[in-house]
């Protein structure tokens, strides 16, 4: 069977970009299945990329070709790869930070900068385009890739995993009784907040399901929130409207209001700014 190809970017589905790109894949390998990450990142957010690439990738059969596209820096002397992960995924994309997470939390083989002599959209008058890498070189590719038309190697010269550009990851601190972190990432569809604390150190910190514990969050060291919350494994263990900390589906520490919105309700989001505390 050939790989699917699974494609996220910050196109959104308001004009024909995504469309284009899935009709270059067919025009290379109409047997190719193509399915959808998503189409919402937000725009230029590289980081977002990097995490949500990380959130799902391994949820995916191996061998699966993942396309990656929020490149702010298309056309420029940014690298354009596929990388290998130690566990047998292809990740098409711009290295641009995109892929953080994948490397430090799952790790990669290798990375193949894309040979735009061999693996680009030809004959479809695009040849002085420079602002669509995602159709003509990123799409292109991953398609000669899943197809067996080029193996790894034909996607051009290998450089050093160690050049590969990355967002700097914050660790938190962990202490008996207190976890200090950030806010790293929102869910956006729910407006819950998820740290970068991972469950087996928040508990290692002494807190257990069903505690009440301080949450104090700040933006920029002012503090914007601060609450004794429940702590506990779904939010149904909650009161409806309530704020509760809870572990979500990558095993960290998150911060949600059951049946509601927990950034809308109190004007929080993330990012190093958002840095959140916990006690007993």
């Known amino acids: 069977m050939k790989p699917i190809l699974v494609f996220q970017t910050d196109f959104t589905y308001k004009e024909g970009a995504v469309s284009s790109m899935y009709g270059v894949v067919k025009c290379v390998d109409r047997q190719l299945e193509i399915m959808d990450g998503t189409h919402e990142l937000p725009q230029y957010d590289t980081w977002s990329a990097s995490y949500r690439l990380y959130q799902s990738l391994q949820f995916w059969p191996e061998g699966t070709v993942y396309v990656s596209v929020v490149d702010p820096g298309v056309g420029t002397s940014r690298r354009a790869c596929v990388a290998k992960t130690v566990d047998g995924y292809y990740i098409v994309s711009p290295d641009n930070g995109s892929l953080t997470h994948v490397k430090r939390m799952i790790g ?78 929102n869910d956006p569809n729910f407006g819950n907040l998820w740290t970068n604390i991972p469950l087996n150190e928040f508990k290692k910190a002494g807190f257990e399901y069903g505690d009440n514990v301080n949450l104090v969050v700040k933006h920029e060291g002012e503090t914007v929130f601060e609450k004794k919350v429940l702590f506990h494994q779904s939010f149904g263990y909650a009161q409806k409207g309530e704020p509760m900390i809870y572990n979500n589906e990558l095993m960290k520490v998150a911060v949600a209001v059951s049946q509601g919105d927990f950034c809308g309700e109190y004007s929080l989001s993330y990012g190093p700014e958002w840095t959140v505390e916990f006690t007993k």
């Open 108 to 185: 990669i083989e290798s990375v193949r900068e894309i040979d735009e002599s061999v693996n680009r959209l030809r004959g479809k008058g695009t040849e002085g385009v420079a602002i669509f890498h995602g159709r003509d070189l990123f799409g292109y590719t991953a398609a000669r890739l899943a197809s067996g038309i080029i193996d790894f190697e034909g996607v051009g010269p290998e450089y050093p995993v160690e050049e590969i550009v990355e967002h700097p990851i914050l660790e938190p601190t962990v202490t008996p009784g207190k976890v200090e972190g950030i806010f790293e990432i």
